[in-house]
C-alpha cells in the first residue's frame, strides 16, 4: 500500500491491472518496478500515449523517485521530457551515441555554433491551458 501510495494508486488498491487507464497502468507498472527497492530504474518512453496531467504528474513521480537516489535510464522520443528529467543525455542516430552531456551544455554548444531560432517567450503554452481548464488533479 506504502508503493500505491507513493504512486497515488491506492483507491485503486483492488482494482484489475487492466481496468485502469493509460496514466495509471504506467503508475501501476513503475509502482511493481520498486518494490524490490531497486538501484536503478529502466523506464522506455514512459508518458508515450498519456495526457497532458497524467504526463506532468509522471514526470513529478520520476524527479521524485530520482530524488530518493535511485538512477533512472530513460528512453525516450520527448526533448522537453529529456531535458526537464534528465542529468545527462546521450543522443543516438543509427544505433551509435554521437553527443554525450548535459541537457544545458548540449543546447548552449548548439548556440555556441550559431544555431539561431525565431524567440518567443510566452508565460504559459497551450498545455498550460488544457490542464488548467480540465482540473490539474489527475482523474481516472
Excluded at 529529456?82 to 548552449?108: Q, S
Amino acid at each position: 500500500m506504502e508503493i500505491l501510495e507513493h504512486v497515488q494508486l491506492t483507491e485503486k488498491a483492488s482494482a484489475y491491472p487492466e481496468k485502469l487507464s493509460g496514466g495509471q497502468r504506467q503508475r501501476f507498472s513503475i509502482a511493481t518496478a520498486l518494490v524490490n527497492e531497486p538501484k536503478v530504474l529502466f523506464l522506455d518512453e514512459p508518458t508515450t500515449g498519456l495526457d497532458p496531467q497524467s504526463r506532468r504528474n509522471l514526470w513529478e513521480l520520476i524527479r521524485k523517485i530520482r530524488d530518493s537516489g535511485v538512477t533512472i535510464i530513460l528512453t525516450t522520443h520527448y526533448m522537453e521530457e529529456a531535458e526537464m528529467l534528465c542529468d545527462g543525455v546521450a543522443i543516438m542516430d543509427n544505433g551509435k551515441i554521437i553527443a554525450l552531456d548535459t541537457p544545458k551544455r548540449l543546447v548552449a554548444d548548439l548556440l555556441k555554433r550559431g544555431f539561431k531560432k525565431e524567440q518567443r517567450v510566452e508565460q504559459a503554452d497551450l498545455e498550460d491551458v488544457f490542464i488548467d481548464l480540465t482540473g490539474k488533479e489527475l482523474r481516472e
